[in-house]
């Protein structure tokens, strides 16, 4: 099937681990996206990149580090985890970087920190 | 700067009748204006866009929404509830090049039998 997914569906793990969160999409897309819900539903934009190039990188945490190794696959590693980054993060692609763009979103990853 | 309002942040409805959802927008430009839908525990997907075309815009699964720039409001509308519309609408509006989305607050659709 044609999507974009992540993995995995679910992480549970402590404060102070480093984990890594995995996306790709197989649309062609060139550019992709991360974004974080929080418990109150509000999605927030992270990191964006364009055919492997960082193009967003909003107030995020340092602890946060997007890599991509092609423009199908964008992925999040998080060090020194703390409670606050307990959320839904959602990965999303694009054609492109046009406003007009719709991006299709992934089924998103829950990750609890305890 | 570009910001989005979503004046409910929960709306309940009775199957067959109409559903509005409200949405207000700012915007220094001409923007690109969505409305995403998220079923529970589900990832979004795209009901329709406004991209400066024509004002009133359709959408998947009978939902339509109107571009008043006079108003600047987006409010998304659909003549019959059905039972699978319950879920979580999220207004959004995107106005430069980098493809960030700026999203609303969130409206929690109800529909009860």
């Known amino acids: 099937d044609t999507a974009v997914s992540q993995t995995p569906k679910y992480l549970v793990t402590q404060m102070g681990n480093d984990k890594s969160i995995k996306c790709e999409q197989n649309?062609?897309?060139?550019?992709m996206y991360w974004y974080k819900q929080d418990s109150k539903k509000f999605l927030k934009i992270m990191f964006s990149?364009?055919?492997?190039?960082?193009?967003i990188n909003e107030t995020v945490p340092n602890r946060f580090s997007p890599k991509s190794p092609d423009k199908a696959h964008l992925n999040l590693h998080i060090n020194s985890l703390e409670l606050g980054d307990s959320a839904v993060y959602f990965c999303?692609?694009?054609?492109?970087?046009?406003?007009?763009?719709?991006?299709?979103f992934g089924p998103g990853t829950r990750l609890t920190v305890l | 700067a570009q910001s989005v309002t979503q004046l409910d942040s929960h709306v309940s409805v009775s199957e067959g009748t109409p559903v509005l959802l409200r949405c207000n927008y700012s915007?220094?430009?001409?923007?690109?204006l969505f409305w995403y839908v998220q079923h529970p525990n589900k990832g979004l997907q795209l009901l329709l866009k406004?991209?400066?075309?024509?004002?009133l815009v359709k959408g998947i699964n009978g939902f339509e929404a109107e571009f008043k720039k006079s108003e600047t409001s987006f409010h998304l509308t659909k003549p019959s509830a059905h039972m699978s519309d319950a879920a979580e609408y999220f207004c959004?509006?995107?106005?430069?090049?980098?493809?960030?989305?700026?999203f609303g607050q969130g409206t929690t659709l109800q529909v009860k039998p």
């Open positions: 999303a692609s694009s054609p492109g970087r046009s406003p007009y763009n719709e991006q299709f």
């Open positions: 649309l062609g897309h060139d550019t």
């Open positions: 990149y364009n055919n492997k190039e960082l193009i």
């Open positions: 915007s220094s430009y001409s923007p690109s």
């Open positions: 406004y991209t400066s075309a024509a004002t």
């Open positions: 959004v509006v995107s106005e430069d090049n980098t493809g960030k989305l700026i």
